[in-house]
């Protein structure tokens, strides 16, 4: 029983880190005229990537919700913890 907690609660937290990275992505398809690598090198140095993180974190909440709805709450669990993972970068970005 103990395997399969764990085992679900990482897939929810892979699930919720894939989610953040592909927000950020989108992210950078749609509002970015430049390549990722100087987006993020400028963004790094405006101090504005953790508000880019925080908007990757948007489609967390679809994953949140979607396991919610299905009934794996050991996966919504784990993208939770992804989405506190993504707020403790966001801080630690904030004060550096």
């Known amino acids: 029983m103990r395997k399969y907690k764990y085992k679900e609660t990482g897939i929810g937290f892979l699930v919720g880190l ?3 990275v592909l927000g950020i992505f ?17 963004a790094l140095e405006e101090k504005t ?24 709450d050991l996966r919504a669990k784990g993208v939770l913890l992804a989405t506190f993972l993504s707020a403790f970068v966001i801080l630690f970005l904030k004060f550096w």
Do not use: C, M, Q, Y
């Open 18 to 20: 894939i989610a953040n």
């Open 26 to 42: 989108l992210w950078w398809l749609i509002f970015s005229p430049v390549d990722i690598e100087t987006t993020f090198t400028f």
């Open 49 to 72: 990537l953790g508000a880019i993180i925080g908007l990757g974190a948007i489609l967390n909440l679809v994953a949140f919700f979607a396991f919610i709805r299905l009934g794996h």
